[in-house]
Every structure is written in C-alpha cells, then in structure tokens.
Nanobody
Framework: QVQLVESGGGLVQAGGSLRLSCAAS????????MGWFRQAPGKEREFVAA????????RYADSVKGRFTISRDNAKNTANLQMNSLKPEDTAVYYC????????????????????WGQGTQVTVSS
C-alpha cells in the first residue's frame, strides 16, 4: 500500500509561485506514473499535470501549460509541481496521485486510472 502526503500549499498573491511536493511511504513510487489533480469549490476534480516513469514524458492541462512544471525525484521517492505565474482561478485543493502499474512509460490523464491519492493541500491565490 502507498501513502501519499502533499505539502507546500498556502496563500499567495496573483503572479506568485508555489512548489508542491508529494512524498510517498509504505511503498516506493519511484517506478510509478504520477499525476497532480485539483478541485475547486463547487467543481469537479480536474487534471493538472502528469509524468511517466522514469520521468522523461509529461502532459499538462491547457490552463496551466507554460506556467506549471511537474517533476519527480526517483531517488527521494517524491513528485513535485512547480507553479509559477499563479492566477486566482488556480485556487483549489491540489492532490497528487500514483498509478499502481509500475515501469509504465505512459502518461495517465484520467483520474479513474490512478490507484493512490493523497489528502490534498490547499492553494489559494489572491487577486
């Protein structure tokens, strides 16, 4: 079983930056595809970014392309989301997730394909 814990959320002004981290315990995620999703109040959870194993392929939602960067540190068993040029519409709870299928070169975009989820971290962007 994998436990995921997100950190790095907080309150930031529009135009600012935050770096989210996702740490795993219980089992390594260094060989698992990873993703970040977010859910704003009153809205459905949406895809933000994803990265394959070992990390050379990434995909982004159009709304964050060019501003967010997903990365992974397989040695540290972590995944990260660097968020720059933040906008008020980025305000949401951000979740990291992992796919149980190991050593997969695919990038997974659908939340239903992810097996493990963190509890989420709040990101609030003020205007």
């Amino acid at each position: 079983q994998v436990q995921l814990v997100e950190s790095g959320g907080g309150l930031v002004q529009a135009g600012g930056s935050l770096r989210l981290s996702c740490a795993a315990s219980g089992r390594t995620i260094s060989t698992c595809p990873m993703g970040w999703f977010r859910q704003a109040p009153g809205k459905e959870r949406e895809f933000v970014a994803a990265i394959n194993w070992p990390g050379e392929s990434t995909r982004y939602a159009d709304s964050v392309k060019g501003r967010f960067t997903i990365s992974r540190d397989n040695a540290k068993n972590t995944a990260n989301l660097q968020m720059n040029s933040l906008k008020p519409e980025d305000t949401a709870v951000y979740y990291c997730a992992a796919v149980a299928q190991r050593y997969s070169g695919r990038v997974f975009l659908n939340a239903a394909e992810y097996n493990y989820w963190g509890q989420g971290t709040q990101v609030t962007v003020s205007s």
